[in-house]
């Protein structure tokens, strides 16, 4: 069976009564995502680096009647574990669970031959791509274990699947974060109700395609509003009994990256 479900026809109240935290849902296709979840039902909380994206976000989900979010304002490149904890005591004070996460905040760090790669941005890039996400997802494990149904969805990439010349840190977080993925969906399988899966949105015209491709025309990539599909499928429980997969969000490529 393919891992793509671009064709996935979501039901317009899907995701009713869930709590979705999505991270970096201030821009592109976490911002989509954010708002796509909210107009299928799901109270969304909405986490990131710049509070004046967010707070945008926030006015245009309530502009379209969808239920009321939260805000977390949050950089991961300098968050501490307290943070996290304290972010699962709210949370879990707000709502009494969680029942989603979308990973998706992520730094592209630079193009660059590994020999000029800086070390300095390397661990900037590694923090915010994965340490970061892994620290979070451990302080939310119990606010996430009391959802019937939890879904938490890591962002991938075409060179977390295969290594590609000049990717450096960018392409190596997304090995690990395949990597945590087959871990954690593994180790949390007897819980039957909490799901892991990396999925790869294959490129998609945002800002980090942008600065990954410069000269390509923007025109010929789908939009983050064009991959939904597979986002809402694997945050509702149609996804139900799926665990440590590797999804993509459309159908691959030959230059897909970033
Ligand atoms: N677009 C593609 O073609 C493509 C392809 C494969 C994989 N992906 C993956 O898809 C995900 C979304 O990418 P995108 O293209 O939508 O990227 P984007 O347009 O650059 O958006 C990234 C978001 O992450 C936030 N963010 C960055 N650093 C952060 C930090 N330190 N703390 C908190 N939030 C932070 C950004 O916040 P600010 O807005 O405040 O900067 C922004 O909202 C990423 O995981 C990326 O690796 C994208």
């Known amino acids: 069976m393919s891992s793509c479900?671009?064709?996935?026809?979501?039901a317009p109240d899907l995701l009713r009564d869930r709590v979705i935290l999505v991270t970096g849902a201030g821009d592109g296709i976490g911002k989509v995502a954010a708002m796509s979840f909210a107009r299928h039902g799901a109270t969304v909380v909405l986490l990131g680096r710049t509070t004046s994206k967010l707070e945008k976000v926030y006015d245009e989900i309530l502009a379209e009647g969808a239920p009321k979010p939260a805000i977390i304002p949050l950089n991961l490149e300098g968050a501490t574990l307290k943070d996290y904890h304290d972010m699962?005591?709210?949370?879990?004070?707000?709502?009494?669970?969680?029942?989603?996460?979308?990973?998706?905040?992520?730094?592209l760090g630079r193009i660059?031959?590994?020999?000029?790669?800086?070390p300095e941005l390397w661990?900037?890039?590694?923090?915010?791509?994965?340490?970061g996400p892994i620290w979070m997802t451990q302080a939310l494990i119990p606010v996430l274990e009391k959802s019937a149904d939890a879904s938490v969805v890591f962002t991938s990439s075409s060179v977390g699947r295969k290594g590609r010349a000049y990717w450096g840190a960018y392409s190596v977080s997304k090995f690990a974060t395949e990597g945590f993925v087959e871990l954690l969906a593994?180790?949390?399988?007897h819980l039957g109700?909490?799901?892991v899966n990396s999925l790869n949105p294959g490129g998609t015209r945002t800002a980090m395609r942008k600065s990954a491709y410069p000269g390509e025309d923007p025109l010929l990539l789908r939009t983050p509003e064009d991959i939904m599909p597979t986002y809402l499928w694997l945050m509702?429980?149609?996804?139900?009994?799926?665990?440590?997969?590797?999804f993509d969000a459309q159908p691959p490529k030959p230059s897909s990256g970033a």
């Open 186 to 189: 593994d180790e949390l399988e």
């Open 112 to 118: 660059t031959p590994f020999v000029q790669y800086n």
């Open 123 to 131: 661990e900037q890039v590694m923090q915010v791509n994965i340490n």
């Open 236 to 246: 509702g429980p149609d996804s139900q009994g799926h665990s440590g997969e590797k």
């Open 5 to 10: 479900r671009i064709d996935y026809q979501a």
């Open 88 to 107: 699962a005591e709210a949370l879990d004070k707000e709502f009494g669970r969680l029942d989603g996460i979308l990973h998706n905040a992520s730094l």
């Open 193 to 195: 109700t909490v799901r």
